[in-house]
């Protein structure tokens, strides 16, 4: 018995409608294992294979739908199963803190190292938080937004280096030469003199006397490679004196409470307490490495 016909564009004149114009022989019905197959081939949906006036068989199957075409085009997540490890996201203050379906406003954002910043600025420009994280004030905005485009180039890629060569990198089998880990270090260097002598000078903070979003993402980065046994506070009174002043004003409850799982970073990799990534992330994890200088 042949089964019923089925309505042009209907999921059956889909399958249907994969054999060449012309041929008369219905085809026999496909099991689930190939009509799965057929489906990621063809694509659901949108009136394929209906020929002029619509007739069954009077045309070949249509693209890929666009929901398909941005699915295969979705990197991996950033958070959860199979997320790409990174650098810690920036602790929101307490006064930032948001019902759980609001602390991602920006989750359809494209992934990218400025996502963490963009999300910050989002947050209190939207919400009624103190002026001093982003002021009103348009010159002393400007003066965050040079920071972070400076951040950007000199700190985010650098400083978490560290966690990359000694956790990171290892829990896919891979080493970094030597003279990489000292170039880094050198880089590093650089940026933290030019921190002190651009933006901290004789001020409390990076950009005048109040905390600013400015200064809570160069905490969040200077953090990791203390993490991972390099103290670049050390020697440096005056970038030790900001960070106290910060923390300070942060709480510290508050600040051990956010660092205490990236300070325990070398705990957890000696106890083999990190899990691994998954295999889809690993092309993601060398291409991150490799653009280590």
């Known amino acids: 018995i042949l089964p019923p016909a089925r309505a042009p564009g209907s999921l059956g004149h889909t399958r249907q409608c994969a054999t060449p114009r012309g041929t008369s022989a219905t085809p026999a019905r496909p099991d689930r294992g190939a009509r799965s197959s057929t489906r990621r081939r063809v694509g659901v949906g949108v009136g394929v294979g209906a020929g002029a006036g619509g007739a069954p068989g009077g045309g070949a199957a249509g693209p890929i739908t666009r929901a398909a075409r941005s699915a295969a085009r979705r990197p991996p997540p950033r958070h959860g199963p199979g997320a790409v490890p990174g650098p810690a996201v920036p602790a929101l203050p307490r006064r930032l803190h948001l019902r759980q379906e609001e602390r991602h406003p920006l989750r359809a954002a494209p992934r990218g190292h400025i996502q963490s910043t963009a999300i910050l600025i989002y947050l209190s420009s939207k919400y009624p938080t103190a002026d001093h994280w982003y002021p009103s004030n348009l010159q ?46 050198a880089a590093m260097d650089r940026a933290l003199q030019e921190l002190e002598d651009k933006f901290l000078r004789d001020q409390a903070f990076l950009t005048g006397q109040h905390v600013t979003l400015a200064d809570l993402m160069a905490l969040e980065e200077l953090i990791q490679p203390v993490a991972v046994g390099f103290d670049l506070f050390e020697g440096r009174p005056k970038l030790t004196a900001w960070r106290e002043r910060l923390e300070a004003f942060l709480g510290m409850d508050l600040c051990q409470e956010t660092h205490g799982l990236i300070l325990n970073i070398l705990e957890q990799a000696a106890n083999k307490k990190i899990p691994d990534p998954a295999p889809e992330v690993y092309p993601y994890m060398l291409l991150r490495i490799s653009r280590i200088p």
């Open 140 to 185: 002393a905005r400007a003066r965050i937004h040079e920071y972070l485009g400076w951040h950007a180039d000199c700190v985010r890629g650098t400083f978490g280096v560290p966690l990359w060569t000694q956790v990171l990198a290892p829990l896919i089998g891979v080493h970094l030469p030597e003279e990489k880990v000292q170039r880094n270090r």
